[in-house]
């Protein structure tokens, strides 16, 4: 799971009324209490991390790249994706469990 500043976000009077709707705070409180339940672990990346900006293939950090870029591709070593699905593969290889 990404460690979110939620309370940051919701400054952003564009986002603010879709973010309080969310409750994103209760979220994380079900998913650590079935973990619990279910005897698994729960692993965080840093909320700094730059899960969508970070090369999946070969780890290079690519920081001109923009919201609206919907598919992350690195030129250096070619690698071609959706952006939310190589950040979910950097949270995966990245986080730390709690």
């Not at 709707?21 to 991390?49: C, L, N, P, T």
């Not at 999946?56 to 920081?63: P, Q």
Request: with cysteine; hydrophobic share 35%.
């Amino acid at each position: 799971m990404e460690d979110l500043n939620v309370r940051g976000m919701i400054k952003n009077h564009k986002l603010a009324r879709y973010l309080s709707d969310q409750a994103f705070g209760e979220f994380r409180r079900q998913i650590e209490y079935k973990s619990d339940w279910y005897g698994s672990k729960v692993a965080y990346v840093d909320r700094f991390f730059p899960s969508s900006k970070t090369c999946n293939d070969c780890g290079h950090i690519r920081e001109d790249l923009k919201l609206s870029d919907r598919i992350f591709v690195y030129p250096v070593c070619g690698y071609e994706t959706d952006r939310d699905v190589n950040a979910a593969k950097n949270i995966r290889d990245n986080a730390v469990t709690a």
